[in-house]
T-cell receptor
Framework: GAVVSQHPSRVICKSGTSVKIECRSL??????MFWYRQFPKQSLMLMAT?????????EQGVEKDKFLINHASLTLSTLTVTSAHPEDSSFYIC?????????????FGPGTRLTVT | LAKTTQPISMDSYEGQEVNITCSHN???????ITWYQQFPSQGPRFIIQ???TKVTNEVASLFIPADRKSSTLSLPRVSLSDTAVYYC??????????????FGKGTTLSVSS
């Protein structure tokens, strides 16, 4: 099946710094990727929809200037958490659909654990 | 997107069949029903997807009645490694719609020996 990777798997940063998380579709082209955030013991919460070559669409309540999303190619989307604070500590997960194959599955990455100290 | 309702938690023993039912009363014509499994600190893993009647793969079966207002995920002979959170999602997965999947609270399945 299709594989989505994320890098890094874990990152610890100091408050006020920025962190970039990469999401790659390894064996398929993803015109659309999605970014989710998950706090402990909670469900996944959609943050934004990332379309290749265009601006991301953010969910209500998600600050677009804080969570910068770039989808520069059909296999790579990046999420940059700018001026991170401890409350941004969370598990960030990306996903993508392999629409070129006609399949309806949405594949998820392994997630990135962000800890802001 | 159709909202889903599923039990918060379920307990089972190894070797038993587990059935998790999900209600989605407002499902739309183009909506598919998809189930995912998630282990702690991992991304969700696709289990099964269906539109109507019954779908079976190597790990599970999905039963969807004619009115499609509910669905049941059936896990045969569970093992300890099936302990996880199971999410039922409903959404338009047609090629024209780049629609994200919206997650509900999920069902935490605990399997004991």
């Amino acid at each position: 099946g299709a594989v989505v990777s994320q890098h890094p798997s874990r990152v610890i940063c100091k408050s006020g710094t920025s962190v970039k998380i990469e999401c790659r579709s390894l064996d398929f082209q993803a015109t659309t990727m999605f970014w989710y955030r998950q706090f402990p013991k909670q469900s996944l919460m959609l943050m934004a929809t990332s379309n290749e070559g265009s601006k991301a669409t953010y969910e209500q309540g998600v600050e677009k200037d804080k969570f910068l999303i770039n989808h520069a190619s059909l296999t790579l989307s990046t999420l940059t958490v700018t001026s991170a604070h401890p409350e941004d500590s969370s598990f960030y997960i990306c996903s993508a659909r392999d629409r070129t194959s006609g399949g309806y599955e949405q594949y998820f990455g392994p997630g990135t654990r962000l800890t802001v100290t | 997107l159709a909202k889903t309702t599923q039990p918060i938690s379920m307990d089972s023993y190894e070797g038993q069949e587990v059935n998790i039912t999900c209600s989605h009363n407002n499902i739309a014509t183009n909506d598919y029903i998809t189930w995912y499994q998630q282990f702690p600190s991992q991304g969700p893993r696709f289990i099964i997807q269906g539109y109507k009647t019954k779908v079976t793969n190597e790990v599970a079966s999905l039963f969807i009645p004619a009115d499609r207002k509910s669905s049941t995920l059936s896990l045969p002979r569970v093992s300890l490694s099936d302990t996880a959170v199971y999410y039922c999602l409903v959404g338009d997965m047609s090629d024209q719609a780049g629609t994200a999947l919206i997650f509900g609270k999920g069902t935490t399945l605990s399997v004991s020996s």
